[in-house]
């Protein structure tokens, strides 16, 4: 597993790839997703406020709360370079407000890399490559190329809605979608939520200074726990390449003690 390959398989997995529709495929979003769209343009102003207060609030209720995170999935990926790993197995572990730890393994469970972030610093390890990456927060930020806080990659990963601010416009409602647009300094993001409860169908963030897009789509949700959480993410990045990632949550459990071991040998080259 090569370093590069390790840089951008730890970019996706730490921030879902930025930024699953019910359905398997990896595919591209649309805004809104059928013709029977219906704009707000026709409703008065207080009666556009009114809603939109509304999607707002049924999409903070639904906000996943928690204490701690671990899961297990699968991960495909591909990128327009032709290189394709298939089958990952990814193991996931958070503690709220603290730190997140990622293991990265290959066929027969033989482990590739893993990764520590906190607020302060991120460690990644190639155990293949016998490497270890240690840098501040805002250093990994530049090696990643994200440009993100810490609880945004823990809203990324357990499946809140990022970079939604409070004043959203482009209101487009058809009967089973909601679209909408949320703009902030520097982005530009587009969500699809579904009508019947206000969940996230699908995502689309643009960075048009950095020429960078992002789409996620969400998808099979099932109850864990008391929480409607997506076990399958269909990710597309469009910044200087092209990478797609599919992936498939196994398993998750909240709230339970978990552990971050991270030894490193000494054997291994810093970089």
């Known amino acids: 597993m ?9 970019a996706c997995l730490v921030s879902l790839a930025l930024f699953s529709c019910r359905s398997t495929k990896i595919t591209r979003a649309t805004f809104p997703s059928d013709t029977t769209a219906r704009s707000t343009d026709s ?5 556009e406020l009114a809603l939109a207060k509304t999607i707002l609030d049924k999409i903070k209720a639904n906000r996943i709360q928690y204490r701690s995170f671990s899961a297990e999935l699968k991960m495909d990926y591909e990128d327009d370079k032709g290189k394709k790993m298939n089958n990952l197995g990814v193991n996931i572990r958070m503690q709220y407000d603290s730190v997140i730890w990622v293991r990265v393994a290959g066929p027969l469970n033989v482990e590739g890399a893993r990764i520590l972030i906190t607020k302060d610093s991120i460690k990644i390890v190639n155990k293949l490559e016998g490497t270890v990456t240690l840098r501040s927060a805002a250093e990994g930020q530049e090696l990643l190329k994200l440009k993100m806080d810490f609880a945004t990659l823990q809203d ?79 990710i597309y990045v469009e910044d200087k390449n092209v990478v797609k990632v599919a992936l498939d949550f196994k398993k998750m459990v909240f709230d339970q003690q978990e552990s971050f071991p991270f030894p490193i040998s000494p054997r291994y080259t810093r970089q």
């Open 156 to 234: 990324l990963i357990i499946g809140n809605a990022v970079f939604l601010s409070d004043s959203i416009s482009n209101i487009v409602t058809t009967q089973s979608v909601i679209s909408f647009a949320s703009s902030q300094p520097g982005l530009t993001s587009l969500f699809n939520i579904f009508a019947d409860d206000y969940i996230l169908q699908q995502c689309k963030i643009t960075e048009p200074d950095a020429g960078r897009t992002g789409e996620l789509t969400y998808g099979d949700y099932k109850v864990v726990d008391g929480r409607k959480i997506a076990f399958q993410r269909k």
């Open 43 to 47: 409703l008065s102003k207080e009666k």
């Open 2 to 10: 090569k370093q590069k390959a390790v840089l951008q398989i730890v």
